[in-house]
């Protein structure tokens, strides 16, 4: 017999929100006070605050100050509901979710539906790039990078075969975005400072570092200005930038890449790669989209609504990196504006007396878009205005401090950045067998 779909007790209206990330926990909490039950599902325990997962990537930080539990976040809302399992089926005909988790599987009916599951990475068609190019998108990924990049120096100490220490020594990072500018240079800080004199058998600073991107500039989004004055930092760090540069093949010791102006073919041997070119948006979304009629790109963003609804079903929404809306960009304040938007919306729909319009249209606010080059280096673009250096490094530093989730990370994470200021170590570079040896086999045997 069919299990009936799961639905709260007391027939209040019933939320389902899929993902706590920026947009469905942002959702999840402007509804705190709404006449609903929330259930909202995760397939991690944890909110993640990707902003800052390079750090933990160079062992700047630890895991957990930027993923708290999703179910202590909630602890002081008594009409949200935590369940941690992966959805793997939509019906919006029916109205349910299903998700799983270690081979349980479970139906939850909703009245509403908001789907904020986010993005993945993307190879563009080449996905047996990620064997030797990981991506950056989960805990996960920044520990496995972590442990290939402290890996790559204890090899390199290991080896006497000059050759093959040039090769363990050199990073490539494929995407010069915000994600490869500041995974690059705190590899570059971390060779030229932190580890500096602590191999006997080399130097740590003869390390390789290249950046490649496909666009004639870093940081595209900064504009040219910013641009340019974010690759001479990177340059003045000994990092080996080079644009124009299409990658057409990974293997597990080299990238290729063909030089888009003058049509060479080039080819880097190196150890450790990197990928943060593309991203494409959860395939849940496609699993909406065609349910509800509506075209869903070539990331897997999905065409909804000026109101973030879903088609005719005025009863779905989406947020965040799944969306595809008057070319709004994958940043967190996007996710962050739209899952408020919703739970204003829901809460129109429930509350009798609101006057506020169920139907709003989305309008987001552009805060600007900051990115961090090194210690003490950073570029801020906020409209019109453009700063760089130390000062666009204490904005940075400010806000990203304000936005991490539970005083107890907020106090941490100052603590080991005020570390890291004054001293050269940091406190996060261990490396373990599961890192090193458990990802590969868990892909191996998926
Ligand atoms: C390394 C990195 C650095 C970034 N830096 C910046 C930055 O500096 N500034 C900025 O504004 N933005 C930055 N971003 C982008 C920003 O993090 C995203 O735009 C934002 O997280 C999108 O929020 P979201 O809610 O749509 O998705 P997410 O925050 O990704 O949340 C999606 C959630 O859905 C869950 N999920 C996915 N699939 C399922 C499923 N099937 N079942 C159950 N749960 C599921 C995931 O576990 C996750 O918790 C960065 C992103 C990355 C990866």
């Known amino acids: 017999m069919a299990e009936t779909p799961y639905r709260p007790a007391g027939g209040r209206h019933h939320v389902v929100v899929i993902g706590a990330g920026f947009g469905g926990l942002n959702a999840v909490q402007q509804l705190k006070n709404a006449d609903v039950e929330i259930t909202l599902i995760d397939k991690k325990n944890h909110h993640l605050f990707q902003p800052m997962l390079y750090q933990v990537a160079t062992g700047m930080i630890s895991a957990g100050e930027i993923a708290p539990s999703t179910r202590q976040l909630l602890r002081g809302q008594d009409n949200a509901h935590f369940v941690n399992g992966e959805v793997t089926d939509i019906n919006i005909e029916d109205q349910t979710v299903t998700a799983e988790l270690d081979g349980f599987s479970r139906t ?35 520990l496995e990078l972590r442990s290939r990049i402290v890996s790559a120096f204890e090899k390199a100490e290991f080896v006497d075969d000059p050759v093959e220490r040039e090769r363990l020594l050199t990073f490539i990072i494929v995407g010069a975005g915000p994600t490869g500018v500041e995974l690059t240079g705190q590899i570059a800080e971390l060779a030229n400072r932190t580890l500096r004199d602590q191999y006997s058998n080399y130097g740590t600073t003869s390390a390789k570092i290249y950046l490649l991107d496909g666009a004639p500039q870093v940081l595209p989004p ?125 809460k129109a729909k429930v509350d009798e007396e609101s006057t506020a319009n169920e139907h709003e249209a989305f309008e987001y606010f ?27 490094w204490v904005s940075w530093m400010g806000l990203h401090i304000m936005y991490v989730l539970g005083f107890r990370n907020r106090t941490t994470v100052a603590v080991n950045w005020i570390q890291n200021m004054i001293s050269r170590d940091r406190g996060n570079l261990e490396i373990t067998d599961q890192q090193r040896i458990a990802r590969n086999f868990i892909n191996k045997n998926k």
Do not use: C
């Not at 595809?324 to 962050?336: E, F, T, Y």
């Open 366 to 392: 552009d805060k600007g878009s900051m990115a961090v080059i090194s210690r003490f280096n950073a570029v801020v673009k906020m409209g019109k205005t453009e700063f760089d250096g130390f000062p666009a």
């Open 108 to 142: 939850f009916a909703y009245d509403s539906l908001v789907v904020a599951a986010g993005a993945g990475q993307s190879y563009f068609g080449n996905d047996h790039f990620a064997e030797f190019a990981p991506g950056m998108k989960t805990l996960d990924d920044a």
């Open 222 to 346: 900064f504009g040219k200005r910013l641009g340019r004055k974010a690759q001479r930092s990177l340059e003045r760090l000994g990092v080996d930038v080079r644009l124009n540069a299409m990658v057409t093949d990974v293997t597990e010791d080299a990238v290729t890449y063909k030089n888009m102006k003058n049509e060479d073919v080039v080819t880097l041997e190196g150890a450790t790669k990197i990928w943060s070119a593309g991203v494409s948006a959860s395939p849940l979304g496609k699993m909406v989209a065609d349910q509800a009629g509506v075209e869903a790109d070539r990331a897997g963003r999905v065409s909804v609504n000026d109101d973030l609804t879903v088609g005719q079903h005025d009863n779905v929404y989406m947020v965040g990196d799944m969306i595809s809306l008057n070319r709004l960009p994958g940043v967190a304040q996007v996710a962050i504006q739209g899952g408020a938007h919703v739970a204003k919306l829901i």
